[in-house]
């Protein structure tokens, strides 16, 4: 089981840290991925990290902005959303997969989302 949590309103160029905790003992054996969807659109890739976290991954809409990081310790995984702009807004849902991946059917575990809202 996945639980989101950390979204909210922000101003844009405001930040904001996701966190996604993991349930279960093998979530750290698995690549871990950030998606988002907004109104209306479909849910998108942004973020994804491999079990170790030595390998990481973007969408171009998001490279040089936000950052995801795991520890494994913990069983969680983050995502740091910095600068942040009004089409950030969406509902953010963190995913695990046996590998790093952006394609959003080969991750078996979802979150509930959190929702990040970005004003101008």
């Known amino acids: 089981q996945l639980v989101e949590s950390g979204g909210g309103s922000v101003q844009a160029g405001g930040s904001l840290r996701l966190s996604c905790a993991a349930s279960?003992?093998?979530?750290?054996?698995?690549?871990a991925g950030w998606f988002r969807q907004a109104p209306g659109k479909k849910r998108e890739f942004i973020a994804g990290?491999?079990?170790?976290?030595?390998?990481?991954y973007y969408a171009d809409s998001v490279k040089g902005r936000f950052t995801i990081s795991r520890d494994n310790a913990k069983n969680a995984v983050y995502l740091q959303l910095n600068s942040l702009k009004p089409e950030d807004t969406a509902v953010y849902y963190c995913?695990?997969?046996?590998?790093?991946?952006?394609?959003?059917?080969?991750?078996?575990?979802w979150g509930q989302g959190t929702q990040v809202t970005v004003s101008s």
């Open positions: 990290i491999s079990w170790t976290g030595g390998t990481t």
């Open positions: 279960g003992d093998t979530f750290s054996s698995y690549g």
């Open positions: 995913a695990a997969a046996p590998l790093l991946t952006q394609y959003a059917d080969r991750y078996g575990s």
